[in-house]
């Protein structure tokens, strides 16, 4: 019993960074029926941004080798300045990649390769700046908290819990933004007719940066998380996430919130009940499990049918 | 001179891989699954080559005749395979069959990893060399890539062409007008797993060793990119942009640090400078290309 | 008319490819000075490891002289980390004239590139290539990192001396890395013929960074030693995850983590643990102290890491058995290709004083290293830093 609790634990707070990771995707999705392959970038943009803000100094390689910021701020502050610089990177990418398409109307899979260029350049130049080594976010981040606590006989990490409850905030946050506030009902809108959205006037061109930028955002903060849970392992750690979020969306289903929830706490969750002796197989069980669910719901758990982008 | 015969092979092989996307896309498919199948044709170079001494024969050479027993075994096993997984999984549509093939791939990278006689991470090595050096290498490569640009040229003419294309112009009216859709569907995965397993052959004796990174996520972008790059209205887009974008981080050497910034640059701007692809129909007619496809001026068949 | 084209893009290619092996009965340019190559991961997933290599060979550039006195001519080129780019890199730099090769960074690229410096007659020696099989490829093929299968048994037995009570002993290794897969067979071979073998072997992944499955599964079997086989970034997370989630038994690292790169990852919980070396900041030769000088007047008193030390050794390796094969034999007379084959058997039949020690090769190319290190990671207070204490 211990033990299942255990597993249930490890997976939830693993299915939480994939869950904040597909949230991202699922913004844009949603809006404009295009993946933002760009988002692994801004991820380790944002692990990168906490890890300064809060003193952390650069190694030594690298343009920027030995650069350390003149102040140092404490982690929660760090992180939401960190969301909002990952945010700008986020609203440049739509610029760069995305709005020169969306103008002419044209083909959504353009847009995707266009992000992915854009992600290969902002890796590419992060590894110049600040050299390929790993940091850590220290853990005195967290200051005097106990590193794990015994939840009924499970062990589990403190800054597991704080991972886990920071994106069930996200989360609580983001829906009621969603379906409460002027914006993100204008967001909603957007996404369910563009065209009748325009006739009721709103900007739809303004919806779309609000996407790009709520999504980077999201995209910062889970990077100066998984930061501070493990670490910054060099400008190409956000990639591996990347791949796994796709899959976590798909499986929750193309630009659904809850979806994306459902997705990410499901992979998480079968990833720790893979038998220990099998745990090389762990990856290919999250596809296997995704490629079953495609077959018997070809949108997804809680995908919208009414989505006939791309 | 960075474009000796070597790269040139590499290129060669990316015009195959990108064609080998750019077949079910003519089908209106999003198939990423290449990697998938080029993996397959490696691991079955590569397990053939170097686990049966008898197919090695007696010179430093590795015979031709083995070669071609790889080549037809590798496009048997990827065919049987599309052919078993092609029914349920084109049932998908858009970018939902996009990421069922990229789990695909996955699945078959980590079994590949897994399993014993994969050699595991370390991979297959010491493959036998059918050829003195790069050149024979190229020639096979080009009478491959010739071939298979032949057989697209005159798909482009027949009726199963010219079903795969009202498909990818309209799937439902395809299928009011009494198209067997979910035939030419398969069909055209058929053709794509089958060029991908062809290359994934070639490329295991190229590369001297093959392993799991060999058909990955990565490999399945950037095959895409390919085919959106060079332009996926005619089957000469995808070549040519396999052949460009193989060639181009090479070829960006002398930028140096800045190398992978400059291509992920043009990567970023290719298809917003050119949406349709460098290469279009319409470039084609202006240019008397005479593979053009227009219907209207091919002979019957 | 198909045809037509057909022929003339095959008459095109021809003509690119035109320039053939002609180059290598050229004499050997030695006006810039000693014209070596090497390839790196710079880019990609394996940029951390070349990064470290970059400065090594930095700073041999600097202080070894090849012959005549003259420095080396040293041509870096990314070699990526997918064995294309190595390949490429590998073509460029032997049909730009190199003598001898440095690289791949990764197992998996060597086992691609080499083949085509062997059938050059290109030498080549690896810096960093530890899978088993690298030296076999051929006669041209020599290395400098010494495989796990001296290294590792010795930290097991130090572990077992310094702590006699261990009973159950945990394995982990990332089943996706050439280096993992291959060093976790010789520490399970090790533990086993101490009469320890595993109540657990733990698979992870090269790109993983959560561990807490494989670690929960491995403590309820209580282990009272865990020995990993990882790199710098998962290791050092797995060990901070183990820590955290309350193991206090030994903890044995394999070669992979021989690198302050590690620091930052595990933090204070690096203290402590025991780690296999093939080199060691801490030992006390001429050679190493000039090496660990020059690297902490580069990077601001930092401590060489492994990877950095061999790269120097490769390219020290390569200058000074040039310089012995030049007074015997002035370089200059010879044409490309003899000259790479003379290198190439002078390389072997050399001793070197390194960083590393003391080294030469097997006939095959294998090295041959005098000293072995066992080291404890010990922390500063703060945890940011530390470093390796030799244990002897």
Redesign the interface.
């Given at each position: 019993m211990d033990h299942l609790l255990q597993l249930l634990v490890n997976g939830l707070s693993s299915g939480a960074v994939y869950a904040l990771f597909a949230l991202g995707y699922t913004l844009v999705f949603s809006v404009l029926g295009v993946?933002n392959?760009a988002h692994g970038a801004v991820f380790t943009l944002g692990a990168y941004f906490t890890y300064l803000l809060i003193g952390g100094a650069v190694g030594a390689n690298g343009l920027l080798a030995g650069l350390q910021l003149p102040f140092t701020l404490p982690f929660p502050l760090a992180l939401l300045l960190a969301g909002v610089g990952a945010a700008a990177v986020s609203l440049l990418v739509e610029a760069?990649?995305f709005r020169?398409?969306r103008r002419?109307g044209?083909?959504p899979?353009?847009?995707?390769?266009?992000s992915?260029?854009?992600?290969?350049?902002?890796v590419?130049?992060l590894q110049?700046l600040v050299g390929a080594e790993s940091y850590a976010i220290p853990t005195s981040a967290l200051g005097t908290l106990p590193a794990a606590v015994s939840l009924g006989g499970a062990q589990v990490r403190t800054v597991q819990l704080l991972l886990m409850a920071i994106a069930a905030l996200v989360v609580v946050v983001l829906t009621l933004w969603l379906e409460r506030s002027r914006g993100g009902k204008a967001l909603q809108a957007v996404a369910e007719d563009p065209t009748t959205a325009r006739l009721l006037g709103i900007n739809s061109d303004r919806m779309v940066q609000l996407a790009f930028g709520v999504s980077g955002f999201l995209a910062g903060v889970a990077g100066g998380l998984v930061g501070l849970s493990v670490s910054i392992a060099g400008p190409y750690f956000g990639?591996g996430y990347g791949?796994k979020g796709?899959?976590v969306l798909?499986l929750g289903g193309?630009g659904s919130v809850p979806g994306a929830v459902l997705g990410g706490l499901i992979v998480g969750l079968a990833e720790a009940l893979v038998p220990a002796d099998y745990s090389?197989?762990k990856?290919?069980v999250a596809?296997?499990f995704?490629?079953a669910v495609?077959?018997l719901r070809?949108?997804?758990l809680l995908g919208r049918p009414t989505i006939t982008?791309? | 001179?960075?474009?000796?015969?070597?790269?040139?092979v590499?290129m060669l092989l990316g015009a195959l891989l990108g064609l080998s996307v750019y077949l079910p896309l003519r089908a209106g498919q999003?198939s990423l699954a290449t990697p998938g199948f080029y993996a397959i044709g490696g691991y079955t170079a590569a397990l053939l080559s170097t686990r049966f001494p008898a197919l090695a024969g007696d010179g430093a050479l590795y015979p031709l005749p083995s070669l071609l027993l790889e080549l037809v075994l590798a496009a048997l096993i990827a065919g049987a395979l599309a052919l078993a997984i092609g029914g349920?999984?084109l049932?998908?549509?858009?970018?939902?069959l996009a990421?069922?093939t990229?789990?695909?791939v996955?699945?078959l990278r980590?079994?590949n990893?897994?399993l014993g006689f994969t050699g595991?991470?370390?991979?297959l090595?010491?493959i036998p060399?059918p050829f003195e050096?790069?050149?024979g290498y190229?020639l096979l490569s080009?009478a491959v890539l010739?071939l298979v640009c032949w057989l697209c040229a005159r798909l482009e003419r027949l009726r199963l062409g010219r079903a795969m294309e009202a498909i990818r112009e309209d799937e439902l009216a395809a299928a009011c007008m009494g198209l067997d859709t979910a035939r030419v569907k398969l069909l055209s995965f058929l053709f794509s797993a089958l060029v991908a397993a062809v290359a994934g052959v070639i490329s295991a004796h190229f590369?001297?060793?093959w392993?799991?990174?060999?058909g990955s996520?990565?490999a399945s972008?950037t095959t895409?990119?390919f085919v959106?790059?060079g332009g996926s209205r005619t089957w000469l887009g995808p070549v040519v942009g396999g052949l460009a974008l193989t060639a181009l981080?090479?070829l960006l050497?002398p930028v140096g640090?800045?190398?992978?910034?400059v291509?992920?640059?043009?990567?970023?701007?290719?298809?917003?400078l050119f949406?349709q692809g460098l290469i279009t129909p319409e470039l084609l007619r202006r240019l008397r290309w005479?593979?053009r496809q227009t219907s209207a001026e091919a002979p019957a068949p | 008319?198909?045809g037509a084209?057909?022929l003339g893009?095959?008459a095109l290619?021809a003509a690119?490819?035109g320039?053939?092996?002609g180059a290598d009965t050229k004499p050997l340019n030695l006006s810039a000075g000693l014209p070596v190559g090497a390839a790196l991961s710079?880019?990609g997933n394996a940029n951390v490891y070349g990064q470290d290599q970059q400065i090594g060979l930095r700073l041999a550039q600097e202080s070894v002289k090849g012959p005549g006195g003259k420095p080396v001519a040293l041509r870096l080129?990314?070699g990526?980390s997918?064995?294309?780019?190595a390949?490429?890199a590998f073509?460029?730099l032997i049909?730009g004239g190199a003598i001898a090769l440095i690289g791949p960074t990764l197992?998996?690229q060597a086992?691609?590139a080499d083949?085509?410096a062997q059938?050059r007659g290109v030498p080549v020696v690896a810096p960093s290539n530890t899978?088993?099989?690298i030296p076999e490829?051929g006669s041209f093929i020599s290395r400098v990192s010494a495989q796990s299968s001296v290294i590792a048994p010795l930290s097991i037995a130090k572990a077992l001396e310094l702590h006699p009570g261990i009973k159950r002993a945990a394995v982990f290794y990332?089943?996706?890395?050439?280096y993992?897969?291959?060093e976790t067979t010789i520490f399970q071979k090790a533990l086993s013929a101490k009469g320890l073998p595993p109540v657990t072997v733990q698979r992870t992944q090269l790109n993983d960074q959560d561990f807490q499955n494989q670690i929960t599964a491995a403590l309820r079997l209580k282990p009272d030693l865990i020995v990993l086989s990882l790199q710098a970034v998962d290791g050092g997370n797995l060990i901070r995850q183990l820590r955290e989630l309350g193991y206090r038994g030994v903890i044995v690292v394999g070669n992979g983590m021989n690198t302050p790169n590690i620091y930052p990852i595990c933090q204070k919980h690096c203290d402590g643990i025991l780690i296999a070396q093939a080199y060691s900041p801490e030992l006390d030769t001429p050679a190493n102290r000039e090496f660990v000088r020059r690297y902490k007047a580069a990077k601001g008193g930092a401590i060489p890491p492994q990877l950095t030390a061999q790269a120097f050794t490769a390219l020290q390796v390569i200058s000074e058995a040039a310089d012995r094969l030049d007074r015997r034999q002035p370089l200059a007379k010879l044409n490309l290709r003899s000259a790479r084959a003379a290198l190439n058997s002078e390389l072997l039949s050399g001793r070197y004083q390194t960083p590393l020690g003391e080294i030469g090769f097997t006939a095959d190319g294998e090295v041959v290293q005098k000293q072995f290190f066992v080291a404890q990671v010990r922390m500063a207070p703060g945890g940011r830093t530390g470093r390796f204490a030799l244990l002897n």
């Open positions: 993946i392959f760069a990649a020169p398409l002419r044209a083909d899979l353009l847009a995707l390769i266009s992915l260029g854009a992600g290969v350049i902002l590419n130049l110049l990639i791949l796709l899959g798909v193309l090389g197989f990856d290919a596809y296997a995704l490629f495609l077959l070809p949108r997804g982008k791309v | 001179m960075p474009l000796d015969a070597s790269l040139l590499q999003l349920p999984v049932k998908l549509k858009g970018i939902y990421i069922a990229i789990a695909l996955e699945i980590v079994l990893l897994n595991g991470a370390t991979g090595f010491a060399q050096g790069p050149v190229l080009l010739a590369l001297n060793t392993n799991a990174r060999q996520f990565d972008i895409l990119a959106v790059f981080p090479e050497r640090d800045l190398r992978l910034v291509y992920g640059l043009v990567i970023l701007l290719g298809p917003i949406p005479p593979f | 008319m198909i084209r057909a893009l095959v290619l690119l490819t320039c053939g092996p710079l880019t080129e990314d990526g997918d064995e294309q780019s390949t490429s073509n460029l049909e197992s998996q086992f691609a083949p085509i059938r899978a088993s099989g490829i990332a089943h996706d890395d050439a993992s897969t291959s």
